[in-house]
């Protein structure tokens, strides 16, 4: 068997799905089916029950699984140890986030990147968005999980990690909070409370000035951090915009949170710098995108 079909196989019985199989291998499901079907030839047996609802191991499948698992593992393991050695991977990684969610990521993957690689250390720095994209140019952390977009040539937006249902955040006190899904049309009913000083790509991503179908959206007083935003809303002064999962990280007393049923997903991505190529934060790339969770 060659490596690929060891691989294929193995990433298909973990998933179960050809689809997600394939985003994980970075091929086609094409290339995905083609391979297990030719392996499936070469042991004279199917390996998979697929139909159009499921697809499951045979009993075949789970014992080859079960054989080649292991010795799969201490293949990568070794591997690892190896490059490991030779990148000699050492120091200290620092490492910013915006979101609470996101750094419950970033502390299994430290978990993780510390068993693969013990001479390296991993520091988290939650931060909002403006200093962590400045504490990342300024070199004050070496990798950053925010939400894109971001204006600056010299920062690199890597693969997005997690993506969460945007909401419009209001006070109780507005009919709107009594609903349980909101349009975006909704945001010209109100001002909208910002965050101040972010980019100008970064505010009509999220404070646009008008809805898609043409009216002012009024751009109410802005905020430094995210508690001053909420303070704002609270007080009845506008509404603002963010993920609905900030209702159960931020949750606060005058405050609602109500997903929109038409807006795009507040997405969160890895960045760093465009001349960073060191062995460590390579490293550490691949380990928070191997504990990322399987997009949806």
Known sequence: MERYEIETFLTLADELHFARTAERLR????????????????????????????????AVGRQLRDDLLPAHEQIQRAVANARDACAQVSGVLGIGFTAPWTGELLVHAGDVFASRYPRCAVELSNMTYNDAVAALREKQVDLLIAEPPVEEPDVVVGPVLLSERRALVVS?????????????EDLALLPLVTAAGVSQAWRQEFYPCRTPSGRRVVQGPTARGWEGVLSLVGAGKGATVAAARAGTYHARPGIAYVPF???????????????????????VIRTILDCAPAPH
């Open 172 to 184: 109780t006190a507005h009919r709107l909070a009594k609903r349980e899904t909101a349009s975006v």
């Open 27 to 58: 091929v086609s499901p094409g290339r995905v089916s083609q391979t297990i079907k030719a392996l499936e030839r070469q042991i004279g047996g199917a390996l998979f029950e697929r139909s159009s609802r499921r697809v499951a191991l045979t």
């Open 261 to 283: 049923v038409d807006a795009g997903p507040v997405e969160y991505a890895l960045m760093w710098r465009d001349e960073t190529r060191s062995a460590g934060l390579q490293a």
